[in-house]
């Protein structure tokens, strides 16, 4: 696919969608690289307005000229949607498929010959630079084109390359660990509040312990478990209050429900 600028279009800009739009243009993509559709024709004005990038609400027309053609539709209308542009897609096009569930070989029986598939799981995290996305490519997907849609991703955030049969085991902490993450925020918020903290200053305490954490959890490499007993002396009140948490089963909690089947 050699160094030409390449054009990319997201058919379906819904949440998900416009969060990898956000993030893209934010890493330096050019918005006249950029092609988004929605099925009505404000939605479309709105991204075109808020991003400079082409719109459309005719999916084909969108898809006819990208080299990468990210699907940011759910499960149940992607088939439709390959039928409609299957004829106009160019040969050496990468199909990305973010729906889960919807299968490599599904994607393959329903591309036209010269169209490689991959499957794509990012998170909402992307808007702000900080994505992760979990990418498998296709077989049908040559290195060049493995890597063109890995630099796509790249620009909004980091990439992981996992086996296909790892994207049930792994979303829940990656697309959706941000949920979690919120959860446990917004109750430490409300526990300044009860104490008398305003909201909005415990937001901002908050939000840098996490910014900080995360940063000595990526700097670090001893167990999760070491670097909390850093923080917690020994009979001191952070150990007392874990052990409060551990009374309420918190862990366990969140182990069940990130074990949960879907």
């Known amino acids: 696919m050699g160094t030409a600028r390449r054009t990319v279009a997201?058919?379906?800009?819904?949440?998900?969608?416009?969060?990898?739009?956000?993030?893209?243009l934010a890493g330096g993509l050019d918005p006249?690289?950029?092609?988004?559709?929605?099925?009505?024709?404000?939605?479309?004005?709105?991204?075109?307005?808020?991003?400079?990038?082409?719109?459309?609400?005719?999916?084909?027309?969108?898809?006819?000229?990208?080299?990468?053609?990210?699907?940011?539709?759910?499960?149940?209308?992607?088939?439709?949607?390959?039928?409609?542009?299957?004829?106009?897609?160019e040969e050496g096009a990468v199909?990305?498929?973010?729906?889960d569930g919807i299968t490599l070989a599904d994607l393959e029986d329903l591309l036209p010959d010269g169209v490689a598939a991959a499957r794509a799981m990012p998170s909402l995290t992307a808007s702000v630079g900080h994505g992760l996305t979990l990418l498998t490519p296709g077989a049908s997907c040559s290195t060049a084109q493995a890597e063109t849609v890995t630099r796509f991703f790249e620009r909004s955030g980091k990439v992981l390359r996992i086996a296909e049969d790892q994207h049930a085991v792994l979303s829940p902490l990656s697309s959706g660990g941000p949920a979690y993450v919120f959860y446990l925020a917004d109750a430490m918020i409300e526990a300044g509040a009860v104490r008398g903290v305003p909201r909005d200053l415990a937001r901002e305490l908050i939000t840098q312990v996490l910014t900080g954490s995360a940063a000595w959890l990526r700097a670090d490499s001893?167990?999760?478990?070491?670097?909390?007993e850093k923080v917690c002396a020994p009979g001191g009140t952070g150990i007392r209050?874990?052990?409060?948490?551990?009374?309420?089963?918190?862990?366990?909690?969140?182990?069940?429900?990130?074990?949960q089947e879907p």
Do not use: C
């Open 10 to 24: 997201f058919l379906g800009t819904g949440t998900m969608g416009e969060a990898l739009l956000t993030g893209a």
């Open 32 to 89: 006249s690289d950029m092609w988004v559709t929605a099925r009505s024709q404000d939605h479309v004005d709105a991204l075109t307005s808020s991003y400079a990038v082409h719109g459309t609400t005719d999916n084909a027309t969108a898809a006819a000229n990208a080299q990468v053609v990210v699907l940011a539709v759910p499960p149940a209308g992607l088939t439709d949607i390959l039928a409609e542009i299957a004829g106009r897609l």
């Open 95 to 99: 199909v990305v498929s973010l729906a």
């Open 222 to 228: 001893a167990e999760v478990a070491t670097l909390r």
């Open 241 to 259: 209050r874990i052990a409060a948490l551990d009374r309420h089963a918190v862990r366990a909690a969140v182990v069940s429900a990130l074990t």
